[in-house]
């Protein structure tokens, strides 16, 4: 239990949500996280290697460029469904149909 709550206190901090709102279902280097964050290199830098150290992400190399993606990618339908459960509707991220039918049955 205490590493699960360490793995949740990762994602506990806007900026990793930031990077992994930007990262979506798809993979990004980081000068294109750097782009769409507008965080620092070091900052992006940081925060990469604190989620890859708990397997929230993982790379690839291509050339001179490492990409990352999320190592699970329903991760990023996750938050958005914690986001709209705490009242914070398309904050993180946008559900996805298969979700949104979900949603939809529930109410």
Known sequence: MK???QFI???GDANRLTIIHTIGK???SVTEII???GLSQTLVSFHLRTMREK??????RDGP???YSLTAPELYDLIGELS????FDNVITKA????KIVNQHRR
């Not at 709209?84 to 009242?87: D, E, P, S, W």
């Open 9 to 11: 206190k990762v994602l």
């Open 35 to 37: 782009k769409e964050t």
């Open 84 to 87: 709209r459960i705490a009242g």
């Open 3 to 5: 590493e699960f709550a």
């Open 55 to 60: 397997k929230i992400v993982t790379t690839r």
């Open 96 to 99: 996805t149909p298969s979700l």
């Open 26 to 28: 798809s993979s990004r």
């Open 65 to 67: 460029f490492i990409y």
